[in-house]
């Protein structure tokens, strides 16, 4: 069965600093990935996905993740952490059809401090 | 270009009563996404429509939810009689195709008490 796993319920990192939040699926196939965030008062926005090729994925407000088929897992990634990225980001799962029936982890919230 | 827009943003209601929830999606967006977050716990899919036709409901947690897209436009998500445990919040999102990026809207949080 499909399943996402954030295993951070809560990250608070300062302001410049690097971040990098986990994410760990189960996918009986190869995986279509997605990360999205929430800011408070907003819906939910894609940051980046990954679907085939380059593992390592370039996302919207300078994130990144990379895919590691051997270890299950879809991190996501920023080098310096500004204070408007505080939200709380989602993983995903879907399948090869792309189509947005997804499987969300439970998601990590970010606090950034000054 | 107005995004998905969700009424109401806030829901209360008393156990056994219902309520109506309403999603609209982005113009010309075919494809229209129902998900539901429970208090701590992941998002979930409820279900997806095409156009006004169910594609997969398999989500749908009981026939008290009854999810409808007439006319292919907006959609609403009607929960009758409402438990405790249908507390959340409830994401409505939309996309062009049905692998094309989908754009979701604030939620509904439905409180039931």
């Known amino acids: 069965a499909q399943s996402v796993t954030q295993p951070d319920i809560h990250i608070t990192v300062s302001e410049g600093a690097s971040l990098e939040l986990r994410c760990n699926y189960s996918y009986g196939a190869t995986p279509y990935l997605f990360w999205y965030v929430q800011s408070p008062g907003q819906g939910l926005q894609l940051l980046l996905k990954?679907?085939?090729?380059?593992?390592l994925v370039q996302g919207i407000k300078g994130f990144e993740a990379e895919f590691k088929r051997s270890q299950s897992s879809f991190n996501l990634r920023k080098p310096s952490v500004h204070w408007s990225d505080a939200a709380e980001y989602f993983c995903a799962v879907g399948d090869q059809t792309g189509a947005n029936n997804l499987f969300f982890g439970t998601g990590t919230r970010l606090t950034v401090i000054p | 270009e107005a995004g998905v827009t969700q009424f109401p943003s806030h829901s209360v209601i008393e156990k056994g009563q219902t309520v109506t929830l309403r999603c609209d999606p982005i113009?010309?967006?075919?494809?229209l996404y129902w998900y539901r977050r429970v208090m701590g716990k992941e998002i979930k899919f409820l279900l997806h429509f095409v156009k006004e036709s169910k594609q997969d409901e398999s989500g749908m947690p009981n026939n008290r939810f009854l999810a409808e897209r007439t006319g292919g436009t907006y959609s609403t998500l009607k929960v009758q009689p409402a438990e405790l445990e249908d507390s959340g919040v409830y994401f409505c999102?939309?996309?062009?195709?049905?692998?094309?990026?989908?754009?979701f809207g604030q939620g509904t949080r439905l409180t039931v008490v």
């Open positions: 113009s010309g967006h075919d494809n």
């Open positions: 990954y679907f085939s090729g380059d593992t």
């Open positions: 999102a939309s996309s062009q195709t049905a692998g094309s990026e989908a754009f």
